[in-house]
């Protein structure tokens, strides 16, 4: 059965760095499409990051700069480093495989899902 599994997750002072990971296992280590999403109380699910197999990426206009999405497919993991944070990152962030829509999208339309990991920014 395919599972994402989330971890790297924390509390950290504004302005500081968390790394994220992703290890992915069943059907899910077929799939080069994955991405990284967020949600804060009280508001829609919104991509973060997104990454295809030939390497391409797009990033939501709010992180761009101070975010980085990779992936080792040798390991079946995907990563997204975060730098500069402020409390406005502060949110559940989770991982997704298996793109439902065409193209490189930002829309939470994924087939697969983590259980997530809490990122909480202090300032």
């Known amino acids: 059965q395919v599972q994402l599994v989330e971890s790297g997750g924390g509390s950290v002072q504004a302005g500081g760095s968390l790394r994220l990971s992703c290890a992915a296992s069943g059907y899910a280590r077929d799939r080069n499409d994955m991405g990284w999403f967020r949600q804060a109380p009280g508001k829609k699910r919104e991509g973060v990051a997104v990454i295809d197999s030939d390497g391409a990426t797009k990033y939501a206009d709010s992180v761009k700069g101070r975010f980085t999405i990779s992936k080792d497919n040798a390991k079946n993991t995907l990563y997204l480093q975060m730098n500069s944070l402020s409390p406005e990152d502060t949110a559940m962030y989770y991982c997704?495989?298996?793109?439902?829509?065409?193209?490189?999208?930002?829309?939470?339309?994924?087939?697969?899902w983590g259980q997530g990991t809490q990122v909480t920014i202090s300032s």
């Open positions: 997704a495989a298996e793109r439902l829509v065409p193209g490189l999208s930002l829309i939470p339309l994924y087939k697969y």
